[in-house]
């Protein structure tokens, strides 16, 4: 089976990593390169470990992780969708097998908020990894830009992790902002992202739970 590192180590995605990382920086995003795509890879294959899925799907979220936002070379609009396509010859190229590369551009297809669906473990994984993706660690430079909200929303993020409560069958993020930002500043911009999580939560039979200094924001179970 095709592993994380044979993926990592592959020429083309990591021109399309760079060239789509690049991109979205001259555009004034946060950071969409090795340290997203290495946070992402692992917070998806985490959760799926965590709540007893196969190897083979914590492999794939791993590597869906990894390559979710190649997208971001072609255009930041759809690039969910451009990346599947770009993919799907890449990984058979590769030598990874049918079954896997649908799983992976399922999931890599439908990671958006705006227009994905959550129909696979994987993909469920892989929204819930990229969504709560929230750092003082992505800001370009170490230094925010003071009139870009999400500069001040990541740059005031100083803890961030998810952790599944398979007791209480919970997945929970729990996040400390300093006061450079505010809650109400990081809801207007996660409250789609947060909503997706939840649903992706749903799907793999949890529930959703975001607590930001140490006081729960949603519904919990």
């Not at 990541?154 to 729990?174: C, L, S, T």
């Amino acid at each position: 089976m095709l592993t994380l590192k044979d993926v990592q180590n592959n020429e083309t995605i990591k021109a399309l990593v760079h060239a789509g990382n690049q991109y979205l920086a001259v555009m004034g995003y946060t950071d969409h390169g090795p340290r997203h795509l290495g946070y992402v890879s692992h917070t998806a294959s985490k959760i799926l470990r965590d709540l007893g899925y196969s190897d083979r799907e914590v492999e794939l979220a791993a590597i869906a992780g990894w390559v979710h936002d190649v997208g971001n070379s072609v255009n930041r609009i759809e690039h969910g969708q451009s990346g599947a396509v770009l993919l799907f010859p890449i990984l058979r190229e590769m030598g990874m097998a049918s079954a896997d590369v649908v799983e992976v551009i399922m999931a890599v297809g439908n990671h958006e908020e705006q227009s994905g669906f959550v129909s696979s473990v994987v993909s469920a994984a892989l929204a819930i990894a990229d969504k709560s993706d929230a750092h003082k660690s992505r800001v370009r430079g170490g230094k925010p830009d003071p009139t870009d909200p999400h500069d001040r929303v990541n740059f005031a993020i100083q803890h961030n992790r998810v952790i599944v409560d398979n007791e209480r069958k919970v997945i929970r993020q729990e996040i400390q902002m300093d006061s450079t930002s505010s809650v109400l500043e990081f809801l207007s911009i996660y409250m789609e992202r947060i909503v997706m999580c939840e649903k992706a939560a749903a799907f793999l039979g949890q529930h959703f739970e975001l607590s930001i200094n140490d006081r729960l924001v949603n519904k919990s179970a």
